[in-house]
């Protein structure tokens, strides 16, 4: 489902069985927002998912599983997202990996995602090749009520961290089911000012202009500097 993100602009290998998923104790112990239940593994910094994809996305060591949440956005599809940062010793994030799954709901047979006609680039991570975007935006930015950006932003303060005052965000997408009614989006969150932007400059320029571009150029490595999805799973047995 797109996203609006306002304030944003993120063991043994498991079978590859179709049987339920049997989740670790690094899955279950992490805090859980949300009736649904999560249906994706977590272990140390990769998240497994045993189908739609059948894929591992690995994150830096140095980044800390903060949990996750899985809702019906919109009422409209199936969202599971989970949480990693990295963050300095005031607790303020320097990176943010934002692995998000989502599916049409049943009540919606004919909804299907398309990325073709948006003139997104393809750009690889690791195994996957997905269609890339550059965002940016201020911490004080308030995302939509209900949004997978709320959620996020909730997920962060209450682990006790926040977001630097300028940010940026790499984002991927890419369609992940036969029907085109599953996707995975995968989107890296860090500071505007690392990149030797800021938001003020961007707005200026407009967003066909130099500073976007740079934008646009920049955070696409740092992204593929630091997440790396493996596909298929393969068992460990």
């Not at 990693?84 to 919606?108: D, G, H, K, M, T």
């Not at 740092?222 to 460990?236: F, G, L, N, Y």
């Amino acid at each position: 489902m797109r996203i609006s993100l306002p304030m944003l602009a993120a063991f043994a290998l498991m079978s590859c069985s179709t049987g339920p998923m049997e989740l670790s104790p690094s899955t279950t112990s992490a805090p859980h927002w949300g009736e649904k239940p999560r249906t994706r593994l977590v272990e140390a910094n990769s998240v497994y998912s045993q189908q739609l994809p059948d894929a591992r996305v690995h994150l830096p060591k140095g980044a800390r599983y903060l949990g996750s949440t899985r809702f019906d956005l919109k009422d409209v599809v199936d969202a599971e997202i989970h949480l990693f940062v990295e963050a300095n010793e005031e607790r303020v994030v320097e990176r943010a990996y934002w692995i998000q799954f989502e599916s049409y709901l049943p009540e919606y047979p004919d909804a299907a995602y398309d990325f073709m006609d948006d003139g997104m680039p393809l750009a690889s991570l690791g195994d996957m090749e997905l269609f890339y975007r550059a965002r940016f935006g201020r911490a004080e930015d308030v995302p939509p009520e209900g949004s997978e950006a709320q959620r996020v932003q909730q997920m962060i303060a209450d682990a006790g961290y926040e977001l630097p005052a300028e940010t940026f965000s790499a984002q991927f997408h890419q369609v992940v089911s036969a029907d085109n009614r599953s996707e995975i989006l995968v989107i890296v969150i860090g500071d505007l000012a690392q990149l030797d932007l800021s938001f003020a400059q961007i707005v200026a320029g407009g967003r066909q202009e130099e500073p976007m571009k740079r934008l646009s150029e920049k955070a696409l490595p740092v992204a593929q500097k630091t997440v790396r999805i493996r596909s298929p799973v393969r068992s460990a047995r």
